[in-house]
C-alpha cells in the first residue's frame, strides 16, 4: 500500500463510491467494539443491510480522512481481490477488471499512480453511460417503428376484414341466386313432363287419325297431279316476269352492303376488340426512338402469393421487364433478358390464360428496337421522356375498380403507388421463381 502524498483532484464516481461504501461497511460489521472509528460506532450497530446505505456518508468521510481505518478495509480488499490488487501493485490492470473494481482497490489500497486509475475508470464510466443514452435512444427509435408498423399492420387487418364481410355478402347473394335458379329448372322440368304428356296424346290423335289422311292423300294426290299441269303453265308464263325481280333484289343488296361499308368508315368504328391496357400512350416493339434502361432489383416475399393470384380469374399480369431480368440474369445482354423473359411469360399465359402486359423502359434510338413478342404477351415501351414506372402505373389506371391487377416489380416506390390504386404488388424474384418452376 502507498500514500506517498497522492490524492484525487476531483470526488470519487458515485458508482466507485458506492463500491467502496459497501466494501467498508461489510469490514465495519466485523472488526472489535473497540476497534471501530468512534464516528462509526452507531452505523456499526445497524442491520449489515442497512449499513451502507444509512452510512454512506459518514463511511466515505471516514476513508477518506482516516488512513488507519482505510488500510484495514484495503486489508479486507487484498483478501477478497488477491489477483487484482496484485496487478494494480505491479502497474497492471487486468484486461477483462470492472472498472468499477478497479477505481475501487485503487482507491483503499493506493497502488503507485492510483489517481491516474481512478480517473481513468471515471472515463470508461462516463463513456458507458453515453454508449447507455445512445441505445436508450435507439431503442426509443426502434419501439417508435414497432408501434408504427404494428398501427400498419392493423389498418391492413381491418381492409382484409372489410373484404372478407363484403365476400361473404357476395356469396350469400349468390346462394339466393342459385337457389332460384334451382327452382326455376324444376319448374321447367315439370313443365317438360307436362309437353311429353301432350305429346303422347297427340301421338294418339293423329294414329287414328291416319288412316282418314291416307285416303284424303290419295285424293289430294289426284288433284296435285292437275295442279302441277297447270302450275308448269304459269311457270312459263312468269319466268320472264320473275327473272326482272331476281334483278331488282340483287340491285338492292348490294345498294345496302355499299351504305354499311361506308357509315363504318364515317363512324370509325373498331373491327377488334380491344381491352383498357392497349389504349394507354406507350411504345410498341419495333418504332423508332426506343432504347433500354435497366432497372432496380429489390426484397423477397412469400413464394406462394404469385400462384394465388394467377389463379384469379381474368388477372391482368403486368411485368416491370428490367427489373425482373437484372435480378434475374444481369450478365445477359439487353436484348437477350429481353428475349428470355418474354419466352417464360409466353408460356406462363398460355398456361393461367392470364392478360400479361411486359413494360420495359424506353428512350430515343436510331432504329427499332426489335422484339418478337409471343403469343398472348403485349409488349410496351415507355415513351420518350417517360420512365417504365409511369407506364406501369397508367396501366393499372387505366384498368376498370374491381379489376385483379398484380405488378411484378421490387422498385420500392412502384410496389407502394400500385398498392394504393388497387393492385397487389409481386417481388421480382417470386416471378423468377415461377418461372423456373415451368
Not at 477505481?103 to 453515453?130: C, I, N
Not at 339466393?176 to 321447367?188: C, I, Q, S, W
Not at 432497372?295 to 427489373?323: F, K, S
Request: hydrophobic share 40%; charged share 30%; net charge neutral.
Amino acid at each position: 500500500m502507498s500514500s506517498a502524498g497522492e490524492g484525487l483532484s476531483r470526488p470519487l464516481p458515485e458508482q466507485v463510491r458506492l463500491q467502496v461504501v459497501e466494501v467498508a461497511a461489510q469490514v465495519l460489521g466485523s472488526m472489535p467494539a473497540a476497534a471501530v472509528p468512534p464516528p462509526l460506532r452507531n452505523i456499526a450497530k445497524f442491520d449489515p443491510r442497512k449499513r451502507a446505505r444509512l452510512g454512506s456518508a459518514p463511511i466515505a468521510a471516514q476513508l477518506e480522512n482516516d488512513k488507519e481505518f482505510r488500510e484495514r478495509v484495503a486489508e479486507a480488499v487484498e483478501v477478497a481481490w488477491p489477483e487484482l490488487v496484485g496487478s494494480l501493485a505491479e502497474g497492471t490492470v487486468p484486461p477483462a477488471a470492472e472498472p468499477v473494481l478497479v477505481a475501487a482497490a485503487a482507491y483503499l489500497t493506493r497502488p503507485p499512480g492510483w489517481p491516474d486509475l481512478v480517473e481513468q475508470a471515471r472515463t470508461d464510466l462516463e463513456q458507458a453511460a453515453a454508449a447507455g443514452t445512445q441505445r436508450e435512444q435507439a431503442e426509443t427509435r426502434l419501439r417508435e417503428q414497432l408501434a408504427a408498423q404494428r398501427a400498419s399492420a392493423k389498418e391492413e387487418i381491418d381492409r382484409a376484414r372489410e373484404q372478407l364481410k363484403a365476400a361473404r355478402a357476395e356469396n350469400s347473394d349468390l346462394r339466393r341466386k342459385l337457389h332460384d335458379a334451382r327452382e326455376r329448372v324444376r319448374a321447367a322440368e315439370a313443365r317438360a313432363a307436362e309437353l311429353e304428356a301432350e305429346t303422347a296424346e297427340a301421338r294418339t290423335r293423329a294414329a287414328s287419325a291416319n288412316g282418314a289422311a291416307e285416303t284424303e292423300v290419295r285424293r289430294l294426290r289426284e288433284r296435285l297431279a292437275d295442279a302441277e299441269r297447270q302450275l308448269e303453265a304459269s311457270r312459263r308464263a312468269a319466268r320472264e316476269g320473275r327473272s326482272v325481280e331476281d334483278a331488282r333484289v340483287r340491285v338492292l343488296l348490294d345498294a345496302l352492303q355499299d351504305a354499311a361499308s361506308g357509315l363504318r368508315k364515317e363512324l370509325g368504328l373498331p373491327t377488334t376488340i380491344t381491352r383498357p391496357a392497349d389504349h394507354v400512350n406507350a411504345v410498341q416493339p419495333g418504332e423508332p426512338g426506343v432504347t433500354a434502361v435497366p432497372a432496380r432489383a429489390l426484397a423477397n416475399d412469400d413464394p406462394q402469393l404469385l400462384d394465388q393470384l394467377l389463379a384469379i380469374p381474368h388477372l391482368h399480369l403486368i411485368v416491370d421487364g428490367y427489373n425482373v431480368t437484372k435480378t434475374g440474369y444481369p450478365s445477359l445482354t439487353l436484348a437477350d433478358q429481353r428475349a428470355r423473359l418474354l419466352t417464360g411469360l409466353g408460356g406462363l399465359a398460355v398456361q393461367t390464360r392470364a392478360e400479361v402486359t411486359c413494360v420495359f423502359d424506353g428512350a430515343e434510338l436510331n432504329g427499332p428496337v426489335q422484339v418478337s413478342a409471343p403469343r398472348g404477351v403485349r409488349v410496351r415501351f415507355s415513351a420518350p421522356g417517360e420512365i417504365a414506372d409511369d407506364l406501369i402505373r397508367a396501366l393499372v389506371r387505366a384498368e376498370p375498380p374491381g379489376r385483379a391487377i398484380a405488378v411484378v416489380s421490387s422498385d420500392r416506390e412502384v410496389a407502394e403507388s400500385v398498392r394504393r390504386m388497387g393492385a397487389r404488388p409481386v417481388p421480382s424474384l417470386l416471378l423468377l421463381r415461377r418461372l423456373g418452376r415451368g
